[in-house]
């Protein structure tokens, strides 16, 4: 049986206190995260869909990174999306700019809502741990 092991960036501490959940969780050989939105860590959400697309990748960035991985390590993305249509162009730019072949599988789904007002976008990731 493998055990858990919990991924916490120092600058996530209060994700797992605050939340009772971890940023990431290693898992045999797979590493999943909790899901980011476009909200940055303090402060509400910027307006802008550009800089919370971008918000939600660096905090998934920083989650693989804290394992050693990065986004060439992830096998599966869910995102989820408050106006959807509005900004799926832009989501599908930013999102090339990181993941490489083969790519990841991808879902998008349109949400009614987050728990945090003003949020658009939410990633939901699962990476695969490197071997060797």
Not at 39 to 66: D, N, R, S
Request: proline residues 9%; charged residues 20%; negative net charge.
């Amino acid at each position: 049986m493998t055990e858990l092991r919990a991924l916490i960036p120092d600058e996530m501490a209060a994700l797992e206190q605050d939340w009772r959940m971890s940023p990431g969780l290693i898992s045999g050989d797979h590493v999943f995260l909790t899901g980011f939105n476009g909200c940055p860590l303090e402060g509400p959400p910027p307006p802008e869909p550009e800089i919370q697309i971008e918000t939600a990748f660096e905090a998934v960035k920083t989650v693989l990174a804290e394992a050693g991985l990065d986004f060439t390590d992830v096998v599966d993305m869910t995102s989820y999306h408050l106006g959807l249509a509005d900004h799926l162009t832009l989501f599908r730019q930013i999102r090339a700019a990181r993941v490489r072949p083969p790519y990841p599988a991808w879902t998008a789904i349109e949400v009614a809502g987050f728990a945090t007002p003003g949020v658009i976008v939410e990633l939901k990731v699962v990476a695969r741990l490197r071997t060797g």
